[in-house]
């Protein structure tokens, strides 16, 4: 059982950046492959960005490639999300997950254990 609890949201402007922190609870922590989803009241949750269970390899959709970051520390079971050159249409609801699949899936249905979400808001 892992419980996730993410912070760091707010209301940026365009340009700007934010740091996300998602606290994991739970010794098993270094054992979960970590991802981070968002979702708009208009659209389905999209995976955003996902990181292994050492912290050695990332993978980001294409559109946050170049300004977003995700890290881990598994000394303090943590995750974080840098978000840097932040847009208008990355305003979403943003959730931490985590899944023991080490594959690093891409669906939210493969993720068993989810925060509650932080608003990130991003005016134009």
């Known amino acids: 059982q892992v419980r996730l609890v993410e912070s760091g949201g707010g209301l940026v402007q365009a340009g700007g950046s934010l740091r996300l922190s998602c606290a994991a609870s739970g010794r098993t922590f270094r054992s979960y492959y970590m991802g981070w989803f968002r979702q708009t009241p208009d659209k389905e949750r999209e995976f955003v960005a996902g990181?292994?269970?050492?912290?050695?390899?990332?993978v980001y959709i294409d559109s946050v490639k170049v300004r977003f970051t995700i890290s881990r520390d598994n000394t303090r079971n943590m995750v974080y999300l840098q978000m840097n050159s932040l847009l208008p249409e990355d305003t979403a609801v943003y959730y931490c997950?985590?899944?023991?699949?080490?594959?690093?899936?891409?669906?939210?249905?493969?993720?068993?254990?989810w925060g509650q979400g932080t608003q990130v808001t991003v005016s134009s």
């Open positions: 997950a985590a899944t023991p699949t080490g594959l690093g899936p891409r669906s939210q249905y493969e993720y068993d254990f």
């Open positions: 990181i292994n269970r050492s912290g050695s390899t990332a």
